[in-house]
């Protein structure tokens, strides 16, 4: 069964504690994303990678960091630099990146609680 | 910098009422054009996309969109809708050659379909 699996889906978090969220893609894409979703924000790019070892910050890349050393894996650590990071991530992946005609498929979720 | 507007944050309809939901973007190269859908409790879909060819695409469910160059939109439409329907609806654009691998989404519109 292809597709996009995050992990855990639910996630909370002690104040000052760094964390990291688990994105894993068994369809053979190049290009990875995390975006973040609060309500009325829509979806807003946090960091995305177009191949292995290389990615780029997004829109809202402060507190955040991410590593690419697997073209299955993207995750996200969500630093304590991150002022406010009580939201819901979520991980997409495509084909290709920049130019490519193909579209973004999204996993479920990941809803991230700072206690 | 790119970005997409969508027009209304939440429509309430009855059932078999008639749906359009707005989206404009900005951008004035080529562009990749989506609607996704986020049905309660579950993960982004894609509706409808348009990359080329006919600006009149048809999706899944009954529902299409319209790609208006000129006007720099892509309005999402169906004739009937059903309480299925509800949902909450995001207008994305990515940007073809573009430095960055961005898929740039709207804020999102809830749809609520009364029964």
């Known amino acids: 069964d292809g597709g996009i699996t995050q992990s855990p889906k639910y996630l909370f978090r002690k104040e000052g504690q760094n964390v990291t969220l688990s994105c894993e893609q068994n369809l053979n894409h190049d290009a990875m994303y995390w975006y973040r979703q609060d309500p009325g924000q829509g979806l807003r790019l946090i960091y995305y990678s177009q191949i292995v070892n290389d990615f780029q910050k997004g829109d809202i890349a402060e507190g955040y960091s991410v590593s690419r050393e697997k073209k299955e894996s993207f995750p996200l650590t969500v630093t304590s630099a991150q002022k406010n990071p009580t939201a819901f991530y979520l991980c997409?992946?495509?084909?290709?990146?920049?130019?490519?005609?193909?579209?973004?498929?999204f996993g479920q979720g990941t809803r991230l609680t700072v206690v | 910098a790119q970005s997409v507007s969508q027009h209304n944050h939440h429509v309430i309809l009855s059932e078999a009422a008639s749906l359009e939901l707005g989206c404009n973007y900005s951008?004035?190269?080529?562009?990749?054009l989506f609607w996704y859908v986020q049905y309660p409790g579950q993960h982004l879909q894609l509706l409808l996309k348009?990359?080329?060819?006919?600006?009149l695409v048809k999706g899944i469910k009954g529902f299409e969109a319209e790609f208006i160059k000129s006007k720099f939109s892509f309005n999402l439409r169906k004739p009937s809708v059903q309480w299925s329907d509800t949902a909450e609806y995001f207008c994305?654009?990515?940007?073809?050659?573009?430095?960055?691998?961005?898929?740039?989404f709207g804020k999102g519109t809830k749809l609520s379909v009364k029964p």
């Open positions: 997409a992946s495509s084909m290709e990146g920049t130019s490519g005609n193909t579209e973004a498929f």
């Open positions: 994305a654009v990515n940007t073809w050659g573009g430095s960055q691998g961005n898929l740039i």
């Open positions: 951008y004035g190269g080529t562009v990749n």
């Open positions: 348009y990359f080329s060819g006919d600006p």
